[in-house]
């Protein structure tokens, strides 16, 4: 149960995040606010680390595959890909599609087993819920 409201409060700092990044790209840019959001995560991170978890550095170091270390990097374009679809759909039209994109692409890594994930087998309730979930974005977006 604790992972469901994690994921719930994920879902919500996600959407608050994308506004008040569009906003302020509104007043400075995409890539000034870009860099600000990417600093202060960084600045968080690194508080938090000290306070709570001295994990070692050199752990990052031995990472394999080595493209696992991109999350920063995408990390960088999911911030910017945000706030450019915010900005264009207002921010109930992008959550929607963001959510959509996310939930097939995930279930296309698991089904292939991508990214060292275990693969599972394709069950047709899910494609269902999927199919119901762009159903909901039809009406959401004519009505």
Avoid: H
Wanted: glycine share 10%.
């Amino acid at each position: 149960m604790a992972g469901f409201w994690i994921a719930v409060l994920s879902g919500a700092l996600m959407s608050v995040q994308g506004v008040f990044n569009t906003q302020v790209t509104k007043q400075s840019g995409i890539w000034v606010a870009n860099a600000f959001v990417q600093l202060t995560a960084l600045l968080v991170c690194l508080a938090v680390w000290l306070a709570a978890d001295r994990s070692s550095f050199t752990a990052l170091f031995q990472v394999e595959p080595k493209y696992m270390l991109l999350g920063g990097v995408i990390g960088t374009f999911i911030t910017y890909t945000v706030i450019k679809s915010m900005e264009m759909l207002g921010p109930a039209r992008s959550a929607m599609f963001i959510v959509v994109s996310q939930l097939i692409l995930a279930y296309l890594i698991e089904l292939f087993g991508l990214f060292g994930v275990e693969k599972q087998p394709v069950e047709t309730k899910k494609l269902l819920g999927m199919g119901i979930m762009i159903a909901g974005i039809v009406i959401f977006k004519w009505t």
